[in-house]
């Protein structure tokens, strides 16, 4: 990360954040130099979980509604969903139903700021492994991307990026090279250009694993955050940083996961798809700070 970190203002006013989004979909990017910088909001609450692992929703809620107005820079998360989307779009969620799954209470609450901004009931659906044949996916304007981080086996992580591999009507086409290819499905026609909101679930991130489906409850740890932005390949590299980070903690050495994360990096540099270079992600941190990791 760099050493400054932008007020929302500041962003705005270097990106014309704003139109970008509401006009194209297209992550906030600011050209600094030759070199594009992006932005991404970490949020976290002492007590979204309780002792149990049981979540506030309330707490969720408030969490979520702060970093969105956040990213966008401006005073509410109403204003911000007005930017998200408009009346007549069309809005598809892609959410994660595996074991380690996206709150189904935090579905809600993007499906009710949705509505509040005027999308309609039946132009708006939420859905994972079904998207190709989901009528409203199929006509959809714009797209809203959240699930789980957590470890994988054949992508060493699963984030933002690989969350859309279900747009792909051959998921198994992107699985070789631990797949270093994922940013390629951003670019689909399906995709391309509509996404305007990124959620990775950080509340309880698996930080480990022994296999592509493996779910391990002991590899879950309460962070209890969400990054929040516009750029997935941002927030799966901040996301990156954390699992490593938390695996050193746990392992008491560096330990990267395995494979190898190839396919952040590639997002970028291969096929044009937000920013991959922490140095060049300014995170904005909000609430609880213990045990951060970054």
């Known amino acids: 990360m760099t050493g400054h970190t932008l007020t929302r203002r500041e962003f705005l006013r270097q990106t014309g954040a704003a139109a970008i989004v509401a006009g194209t979909g297209m992550p906030l990017l600011a050209a600094v130099g030759e070199k594009k910088h992006s932005k991404v909001v970490l949020i976290r609450h002492s007590e979204v979980l309780d002792d149990d692992g049981d979540l506030n929703e309330s707490i969720l809620e408030g969490m979520f509604d702060e ?39 935090l579905e809600d609450i993007m499906k009710s700021r949705l509505m509040e901004a005027g999308v309609r009931r039946e132009n708006l659906a939420v859905d ?64 391309r250009g509509k996404t305007r909101l990124n959620v990775l679930v950080m509340l309880t991130p698996q ?23 516009t750029d997935p390949v941002a927030l799966d590299a901040i996301g990156l940083k954390i699992i490593t980070a938390k695996r050193r903690e746990v392992f008491g050495e560096d330990s990267p996961v395995r494979p190898p994360v190839t396919h952040i990096k590639a997002a970028e540099e291969k096929h044009g798809v937000g920013v991959a270079d922490p140095s060049r992600i300014e995170v904005v941190r909000l609430g609880w700070s213990d045990g951060a990791l970054l």
Not at 75 to 94: C, F, H, M, T
Not at 208 to 227: A, I, M, Q, T, V
Request: glycine share 8%; aromatic share 10%.
């Open 67 to 105: 970093a969105v107005a956040a990213v966008f820079g401006v005073n509410s998360a109403g204003e911000a969903w007005k930017l998200i989307a408009r009346p007549a779009d069309v809005v598809g969620i892609k959410t994660n139903v595996w074991k380690l799954r996206t709150p189904t209470a």
């Open 128 to 191: 994972d492994r079904g998207v190709l044949s989901n009528p409203v996916f199929q006509k959809s304007t714009v797209l809203i991307n959240a699930r789980p981080m957590r470890a994988h086996n054949w992508s060493g992580v699963g984030g933002c990026l690989k969350n859309y591999i279900m747009f792909s009507p051959r998921p198994a086409d992107y699985h070789p090279n631990s797949c270093v290819d994922l940013g390629a499905i951003w670019n689909l026609p399906i995709v």
């Open 207 to 229: 930080f480990n694993c022994l296999g592509p489906h493996h779910f391990d409850r002991e590899s879950l740890w309460p962070y209890k955050g969400l990054l929040v932005g």
